[in-house]
């Protein structure tokens, strides 16, 4: 399973310098858990941190100057701080798996002298084979779409002890992008020569960032399976054809697990309509005939969403969610961090997951380890802290005091 152990990002709107878990310049702060969750009052800059992977994500996708503008961001210089003219700056450290060398991401996107967004540096470095001390081995180092890529072909896992004699070369490449307004993982990342940059160029690529709206639900597609559930989830008709057609027992899982929650839901399915496209049903107790989901609650369209979603027999390697437990049930919330914990930690999937939150009773489901809490001090930049770097909130929980009641009463804040 692949996990971010920590993420340092600067100047990127109000997150001026802030550090979740463990980076190649942290390396003695402890990395971050499986299920990671930050909660923070309205305004502090949650949604900021929510975008901060989609904007990786987009920039990799789209390349700089596009990303800058996706999502109503405004461009670039609405995305960084506010009174700053620094660069945005992005590190991530990362293992492919528990056993497997980490290996960091370093981004950092300036203005060029007209002032459209480039990438002004990136490198991924990692240290060699049998190398426990010293600094790792930059394997893709650029600045202004120009520099050196590591030319060999062994990864980490290899077999043939040739490739790990190539791996100690330090035999590169000179690199001269066609344009500094592209990701260098993005195009090295399609080259079966650069297996490394690969790797990571499909994990970014695979990241889910949810953006589900109920209304977005209830758009009636055309019929037709689709394999993933978007980021909007108005395919969610089309998800739940694919996985009821190829994954039935998954699908009756979930069922059987939405009955549980959802007082008088029997059964869902789908039912195409004559002019071709897919209507989503759902069976309730003591009813002949079904709602569709344009008749059901954004709470219960919500939660099935997102069970389902954790049902992907593919799944994303990391997912992000806002605010969850909007039109919830306040006591589904218990069992909804059951659920992604249980993808979290391998019992049922194979995701890392990111949430926010500003819900007192999905943080009561929560250890310290997995809590972060996101404040925005006089300057207007905002600070985060790991709810267990407070000894006496730790001490309060193991004493059986909730979290989430912490929080909500100021027991939590960074001026402790």
Not at 20 to 49: A, C, E, H, I
Not at 69 to 75: L, Q, T
Not at 187 to 201: E, V, W
Not at 344 to 369: I, M, N, W
Request: aromatic share 10%.
């Amino acid at each position: 399973m692949a996990l971010i152990e920590g993420i340092k990002i600067r100047n990127f709107r109000s997150l001026r310098d802030v550090t979740l878990g463990k980076t190649w310049q942290d390396r003695k702060r402890k990395p971050l858990t499986p299920l990671t969750v930050v909660v923070g009052k309205n305004g502090v800059g949650k949604s900021s941190l929510f975008d901060a992977f989609g904007f990786l994500a987009d920039c990799l996708t789209f390349g700089i100057d596009e990303a800058c503008h996706k999502n109503g961001r405004g461009g670039f210089d609405r995305l960084r701080s506010t009174g700053s003219d620094d660069n945005i700056e992005f590190e991530i450290y990362y293992r492919e798996s528990s056993n497997e060398r980490p290996i960091t991401y370093e981004l950092s996107i300036g203005a060029d002298r007209y002032g459209r967004p480039v990438v002004a540096s990136e490198r991924l470095r990692q240290r060699r084979q049998g190398q426990k001390t010293g600094w790792p081995f930059s394997f893709l180092e650029l600045n202004h779409g120009s520099g050196k890529v590591w030319s060999g072909t062994a990864l980490a896992e290899s077999e043939n002890p040739d490739d790990y004699l190539k791996e100690e070369t330090n035999e590169t490449q000179q690199i001269d992008l066609e344009s500094a307004q592209k990701l260098g993982i993005a195009t090295l990342g399609n080259l079966k020569d650069h297996p490394r940059i690969a790797k990571f160029r499909k994990f970014v690529e695979g990241w889910y960032l949810s953006y589900f709206t109920p209304d977005a639900a209830r758009d009636i597609p055309r019929a037709g399976p689709q394999k993933h559930l978007n980021r909007i989830g108005d395919n969610l008709g089309n998800y739940v054809q694919f996985m009821e057609r190829e994954h039935p027992r998954k699908f009756k899982n979930v069922l059987n697990e939405i009955a549980g929650k959802i007082p008088g839901v029997e059964n869902i399915d789908t039912e195409p309509s004559p002019d071709g496209r897919l209507l989503l049903r759902f069976w309730s107790e003591g009813f002949d005939k079904p709602f569709y989901a344009q008749q059901v609650s954004d709470g219960s369209l919500k939660l099935f969403a997102y069970m389902l979603l954790l049902e992907d027999p593919e799944p994303a390697p990391f997912i992000c969610i806002e605010e969850p437990e909007n039109g919830l049930y306040h006591k589904l919330l218990d069992s909804l961090v059951d659920e992604f914990r249980a993808n979290a930690s391998g019992r049922k999937g194979d995701s890392q997951l990111f949430v926010t939150t500003h819900q007192p009773y999905l943080v009561d489901s929560l250890d310290p380890e997995e809590v972060w809490i996101l404040e925005k001090q006089g300057s207007g930049y905002s600070t985060l802290m790991r709810a267990s770097d407070y000894p006496e909130v730790v001490a309060m929980v193991e004493e059986g005091i909730p979290l989430g009641s912490l929080w909500y009463s100021d027991h939590i804040d960074s001026r402790m």
